[in-house]
């Protein structure tokens, strides 16, 4: 009951909170994300040396997100149709201001670059990341590690890596640093038509079932034949909107050039070539094959031809493609990726997808050509939670730029269920998505979300040489034109005064549970196969949802419905006979409802009375219920039943009131401690409790006998208002003169013509 050691326990609890979050300056500070690769840790790849001190390396630091589990609640409210915060997106600058590290950590990192030799060559605060070069001796130093150099096990070359994970000084955790390891080597999701033969044990000829139906250079498809089959002759081109592409190398714009002109078309779209990173945005062979950037180009603009502009983001470290991707001005609303690459940890990027979801923004992500996913294929960054993951199929049209006539599942569509073991998104868990019939997980992610045309059909010219047609497919393919698809729809919802379309995965997979929107909205990929999944009727591994029908577009700018929603604060209430509950009951509203809601009340029993503090909500709002119970009400369970009117609309949500009978009115006395001791000379304090039961309603007046000579005490409060139940601290002064011994207190309290006591052993040392 001492004040000195209760004092000294919370200044402990309070420099232990204080410690954890602001570690000290020189507390080596693990790093929030995996670093050591499972070949390394596992030992599969055979250690061969050390990196040279010398080499220059270049590296990324991510810096943490400031409110994580912020972020989550504001995704599921934004992506909420019922929330009134739907799809009201960020800005870049109102996410650094609201989740970015702040400006003290950000300048932490610049002064511990500093410290350690090393230079600043890019990143900002905004972008959540800080670009170091330096020497391998130099990054060693900072991160507390070792990089070696290692055998790689599946393919005849030497890697370089940490053997640990990393540490540092700084005074909080990094979220991850890129370009410790140079392990996994990206790969373009497009593959040539007599490797793929030759993998199969197939001629080439045997390969496409059907001649091709394109208006390119031998019947191949150019990006134009993809808007056609897809989107049809309407008007949207992607006016005022930016589509976004990653690219591990740059690219040669004569190559786009020359596709232009053998197809007899002109680009009026201007196209951006961005480092990131100071990776040459220029590819020239042999060194450099620029043959998947080209083909992302073209199809991106065949899909939507009137862009406001191309941005191209080429870089070495996926980090810093994607953080540019995020604060880049213009912005790009929507991003193609044709590239699969392998990460130490699948969960390193993220904090930027969760970012572009924040933002309005959609990545789409080619899901390979390696058919069923599998640790040996690279499924990521398509198996990601916060990416769309694009699948392939084949197609056929009615004639040269004509209209879609049918599709089937390509064979080498990427799909399955994740290798990264991530877990299933919320939107995959909707009843109905995951069936016996399609196999997929129901507690990791399955993928691919939506499809398009990958097969062996298109015209693609590349490294400033021939150009070839019907050579090339892959899902790397699909993924700039579902890109662009969506600029198709952005375009369609700011001539409508609406924000972007966001993310698509919540919306999609809850508009497609709906059988006849499903129907209107996408091609339904019912036969063919890849790997150890078939294509089936609604959602599957190998082509997803399907590929764009006519009705998506207008089913995703369609203005949302106005709605309201009621619920109770308390969904059940328990009043004892002659007493009152309450429960706050709010409104909700979405698709723009603005107006009153009245309520009222019904189900409630004769004797029980119901109030609202205000009659109506003038939404969004709330107002209290008051449940009042009269002595004569019945003990049981009852359910009030509250409905709002408003708008032309009627909504309701219940409370479930449970009676119970007045016991006896009484009320009880207790002390906690019940016993304790205080040196001479000091003085503390014990809780006394009061507790009514049955009708009591008086105030308890507190008094105390058997207190020790010279010792005083008092009570605060020294009576607890009615209805007599409550809590007052009884404080004892000891004199440095008293006489040591135990003594008995008797607690007593007077209230309502009732007398109750409690007795508090108390000891003088």
Known sequence: MKRTSFSRLVAGLLLGLVASLFPPAGLAQSVMTRHVRDAVRNGDARPV??????????????????????????????????????????????????????????????????????????????????????????IEAAFHVSLKTFQHPTENRVFYAPDQEPTHNLPFHLWHIAGLDNFAQPKPHLVRKSDFAAAHGIYPEQVVAHATTGSGPSASFLGSDMRAAYYGSGPLTGAGQYVGLLEYYGTNLADLNTYYANANQTNNVPVTLISTDGTSTACNPPACDDTEQTLDITQALGMAPGLAGLQVYVGSSDTAMIAAMTTHNPLPSTIGCSWGWTP???????????????????????SGDSSTWS????????????????????????????????????LDSGGGISPDKIAIPAWQKLAGVINSTNKGSTTLRNGPDVSANANFTFYVCANQTTCTANTYGGTSFAAPMWAAYIALVNQQLVTNGSSPVGFLNPTIYQQNLNGQQYAADFHDIISGKSGSYSANAGYDLVTGWGSPNAGLIAALTAPPTPAFSLSASAASVSVVQG???????????????????????????????VTFGASSIAPPGSSVMSIAVASTVAPGNYTITVTGAGGGLTNTTTVALTVTA?????????????????????????????????????????????????VTSSFSPASIAAPGGGTSNFTLTVPKTAKTGTYSITITGKGGGQTHTALFTFQIR
């Open 49 to 138: 040396g050390r990196l040279a001190q010398t080499q220059t390396l270049q590296i990324d630091l991510v810096l943490p997100l400031r409110d994580p589990q912020g972020l989550k609640s504001f995704l599921a409210d934004v992506y909420n149709p019922k929330s009134p915060n739907y799809r009201h997106f960020l800005t870049p600058a109102e996410f650094t201001a609201r989740f970015g590290p702040t400006a003290d950590q950000y300048n932490a990192v610049l002064r511990f670059a500093g410290e350690y030799g090393l230079n600043v060559v890019g990143g900002s605060r905004e972008t959540m990341e800080v670009q170091l070069k330096g020497s391998a001796g130099a």
């Open 344 to 366: 130490a940890d699948p969960g390193a990027l993220d904090p930027y997808f969760q970012r572009m979801a924040a933002q309005g923004q959609n990545f789409f992500a080619a």
């Open 375 to 410: 640790a040996r294929n690279a499924a990521w960054p398509a198996d990601d939670a916060y990416v769309v993951s694009v699948g392939g199929t084949d197609l056929v049209t009615n004639g040269a730029g004509g209209a879609w006539q049918s599709e089937t599942a390509w």
């Open 579 to 609: 007493q009152s509950g309450s429960s706050t009951i709010s409104a909700s509203v979405s698709g723009g409802f603005n107006a009153a809601i009245a309520l009222s009340a019904t189900g409630q029993p004769s004797g029980v009375t």
């Open 662 to 710: 007045a016991g006896p009115s009484s009320f009880a006395v207790a002390v906690s401690p019940s016993s304790g001791y205080l040196t001479r000379g000091t003085s503390g304090y014990v809780f006394v409790t009061t507790t009514v039961s049955g009708t009591f309603n008086s105030a308890v007046t507190l008094s105390a006998s058997g207190v020790p000579s010279g």
